[in-house]
């Protein structure tokens, strides 16, 4: 397999000794550094399961992000395992904060929303039909890793 991601990828990642989930590498985003956006999914697998990758990318969506993968593959958080092409568009919604690693912003009124390759738009407060969209920041392959394993990311952001 090449060593550079292409956009229907499916990564498998470690939990634990015995357990694995996965994630497919769906777009690139050109609103969030051109980074790449997976969509994990909830299903974990025995560690010696052999999957139907096809039957995989069929299963419950726990999450998507923005990530680096090819970050994630040289520090080995995740391995390509196959390739399975995506079909249909990925109508998600993200957000994201200016305030986002200002300490002293408890509750932030600078959000915005977009979806991928869309246009930014701004929402200033945190409404509640934007509360459910995706963390849209570019997370590094280790906070992408924790939220696989204990569902949430490993930082702090504002109103989340």
């Known amino acids: 397999m090449s ?8 990564f498998e990642v470690r939990l634990d000794s015995s357990t694995k989930r996965f994630f497919h590498y769906i777009a690139n985003d050109e609103s969030q550094l051109h980074s790449h956006v997976v969509r994990v999914f909830r299903k974990s697998y025995n560690l010696e399961e052999i999957v139907d990758l096809a039957n ?18 040289k520090q080995k958080f995740w391995r390509k395992v196959g390739h399975v092409k995506c079909e249909g568009d990925a109508d998600v919604l993200f957000r994201d904060t ?53 569902g949430t990311y ?7």
């Not at 060593?3 to 499916?10: L, S, T």
């Not at 490993?154 to 989340?160: E, G, I, M, Q, S």
Request: no cysteine; glycine share 10%; hydrophobic share 40%.
């Open 154 to 160: 490993d930082f702090v952001y504002p109103d989340y």
């Open 98 to 150: 200016d305030d986002f690693g200002n300490p002293s912003i408890k509750v932030s009124m600078n959000w915005y929303v977009w979806k991928i390759g869309g246009p930014i738009k701004d929402v200033g407060s945190l409404r509640p039909k934007y509360v459910d969209a995706e963390i849209g920041v570019v997370v590094p392959p280790d906070s992408l890793l924790h939220r696989i394993r204990s």
């Open 3 to 10: 060593k550079k991601p292409d956009i229907g990828d499916v």
């Open 56 to 73: 995989v990318v069929r299963g419950e969506i726990d999450f998507y992000a923005h990530v680096l993968l090819g970050i994630g593959l």
